[in-house]
């Protein structure tokens, strides 16, 4: 892994726009680390998505979401594949052909 691989994983965090952009650079190189974390973002990009139109629990999941987002975050900055809680294995597997 270089640091290229490394700043599109971050990339990846940084909202849907973000994660767009990480995809495309990705596609160039088809790194495994960044694929991991492109995988992960999205998952909790469509979490996030999917429970805004949930309207009793929306603040609880927008708050879960940048809490999972922020640990990922901190996983990509130092150089470790580490998964969400709960569904980060769910994501690698449903997410697979990114």
Not at 25 to 44: P, T, V
Request: glycine share 8%; proline share 2%.
């Amino acid at each position: 892994m270089n640091n290229q691989d490394k700043i599109i994983a971050i990339i990846a965090h940084i909202t849907i726009v973000g994660w767009v952009i990480a995809m495309v650079m990705n596609a160039q190189r088809r790194s495994d680390f960044a694929g991991f974390y492109i995988r992960q973002c999205l998952g909790l990009h469509a979490i996030a998505a999917i429970g805004g139109f949930i309207p009793f629990i929306r603040m609880f999941i927008g708050v879960l979401v940048l809490v999972f987002l922020i640990i990922s975050l901190v996983g990509a900055i130092n150089n470790q594949k580490s998964s969400t809680p709960f569904l980060g294995n769910h994501f690698q597997d449903w997410f697979k052909a990114l």
